[in-house]
């Protein structure tokens, strides 16, 4: 039932090799323990938005966020990647961050426009499972080593954070006029920003070294983002959910940057092997 992942090997070798006599390790269960978790975070958002428990429903997603960014690494910790787990944390993150918040928006605002606010949520919907999809079929593709600081696209747990930014600002006191439109044109556009190209920055690989001398300020700044987090939750999703959107085309300048370097690099390691042609020889 949980086959190692590992394109490589021949599916009755993997399992003789690692689940032998039938038994499943119990440190392959703990990500997808995780991933459950989340998915159950995800369902309580939806029931949260249907009842009109905005606060809660907030705080379930952005939950679900935490656990979607840690199970993952709990696997790799653990070495305990499996293809089933990979399988669930796919379908768990379409329910969480495509289905969830769209119902949440839909219920919030988009609802007073019927038909028109549930086709720009199902748009969210729909292109968060495209976006999905994609990551997955490049998972086993193999890119240059800057290539890995970056997402295509925005990815879908930063799209479900930064689609509720409309009711972050709201409870912070702050009416929009028209407010309704603006929400509607905003989720289309957070939805396309997920299926696009623009290049995003990623946080996968932030925090896999760090210097000892640097280990104590990180803890602090973790409890101060909790302690921010928890005390002030609409200001600070709202502050970094701004921050996040003001850094995409930040980070689209770093990746043409980046790709330039490394087109002019292959240029110039071409230059050097290309071997000097023979020069013309001459009658004797």
Known sequence: MFPPFDPERDDRKRRQLVFSRGQVPTRVLIPNIFTLLGLCAGLTAIRMGIEHRWDLAVAALVFAAFLDGIDGRIARLLKASTRFGAELDSLADFVNFGVAPAIIMFSWALEDLRSMGWIAVLVFAVCSALRLARFNAALDAELPAWKNNYFVGVPAPAGAIILLLPIYVQDLGLHLPSLTPLVLLYTIAIALLMVSNVPTFSIKLVGQRIAREYVPPVFVLAALFIAVLLSFPSLTLAVGSLVYIALIPVSAYRYMQEKRK???????????????????????
């Open 262 to 284: 490394a087109d002019l690099a292959a240029k110039a390691q071409n230059g050097k092997g290309a071997k000097p042609e023979n020069p013309i020889e001459g009658p004797a």
